[in-house]
């Protein structure tokens, strides 16, 4: 969708919103759009951000309620105020004001998945250090008296828990646009924002470097900036694929056993990626469209 809009002469944001879009109507994986990932109290919400590697400007709107096509609130954002990101119920608001519908985000399969999660006793979830012990039982929970904080590990989750659509479009002249969008990881606390909608993790754009894009736990992955950090390696002329690897590398030393992985594209039009070898995941599947190819393809790389 996004190299069709890109063919009929769109700018490379019109292709990052109409992808990203695309993905949301088709609800992508289960885990873009409406109907995926309910959080804690069963309701879906999305995240999701575009960005203008020419202007540096950035359009976000994280825990969105009622509203359907995240991405689409994002661009009016940046088109429409002076803000970067805007949250919750008040960008619903937003939203609605720019004539986007209010639509109701839970469908069949989500209450599903929410009541199957309150079956077997609200695992997994993501508190910690707490009582009831949420390791065997739902909430609600309060914090331990008395206690000493102490690291926990996460329990082992479905790597398919977390996922988001990125993308970075590449335009004739060099011009870089990325964007996201995600449901958010499911059964998350209410009011849980990943990395997806926030500029530098979820995605990052240089028009005078390039772009990247991370899907992948975002509790971990934001602390790192991963999309930034990999624009800024491509910047000093770093290969694409190496900038991906280096910036799984930083995130390995601190999260050995974090699920996640990068897409990077520089100014030329290289590209690469790279993810983090876990059980269950050990290679990294992602989408190209170019001049050189016919169609759309499908390129593998190996975690490390």
Not at 283 to 292: A, D, K, T, Y
């Amino acid at each position: 969708t996004a190299w069709r809009v890109l063919e009929s002469g769109g700018s490379e944001l019109d292709a990052v919103e109409r992808g990203c879009g695309q993905c949301e109507i088709d609800q992508c994986d289960g885990s873009v759009g409406y109907g995926g990932s309910p959080d804690e109290s069963g309701e879906t919400t999305l995240d999701a951000m575009i960005m203008d590697g020419n202007t540096m400007e950035v359009g976000a709107v994280a825990d969105l309620r009622r509203v359907k096509n995240a991405i689409g609130v994002a661009r009016k954002v940046i088109e429409y105020t002076k803000h970067t990101l805007l949250v919750g119920e008040s960008a619903s608001l937003f939203a609605v004001r720019m004539g986007f519908p209010y639509e109701d985000l839970t469908t069949q399969k989500s209450l599903s998945l929410y009541s199957e999660w309150l079956n077997q006793s609200c695992q997994p979830n993501y508190w910690k250090n707490v009582v009831p012990d949420s390791s065997t039982s739902c909430g609600p929970y309060k914090r331990r008296e008395g206690m000493t904080y102490k690291e926990q590990t996460s329990a082992q989750r479905s790597v398919h828990n977390h996922d988001t659509i990125g993308m970075v479009v590449i335009g004739v002249s060099g011009t870089v646009a990325s964007g996201t969008s995600t449901n958010g990881a499911i059964h998350k606390l209410p009011g849980r924002v990943g990395d997806s909608p926030i500029a530098g993790a979820g995605s990052y754009a240089d028009s005078t470097a390039g772009g990247a894009a991370a899907t992948g736990d975002g509790d971990i992955m934001m602390r790192f900036l991963p999309s930034y950090q990999a624009v800024e390696y491509m910047r000093m002329g770093t290969d694409p694929t190496v900038a991906c690897q280096k910036v799984i590398s930083r995130i390995q030393k601190y999260a050995p056993k974090f699920f996640g992985a990068i897409i990077c594209a520089n100014t030329t039009g290289s590209y690469g990626a790279a993810c983090n070898k876990i059980p269950g995941f050990t290679q990294f599947h992602f989408m190209v469209s170019s001049p050189l190819l016919s169609q759309p393809t499908v390129e593998v790389v190996d975690c490390i």
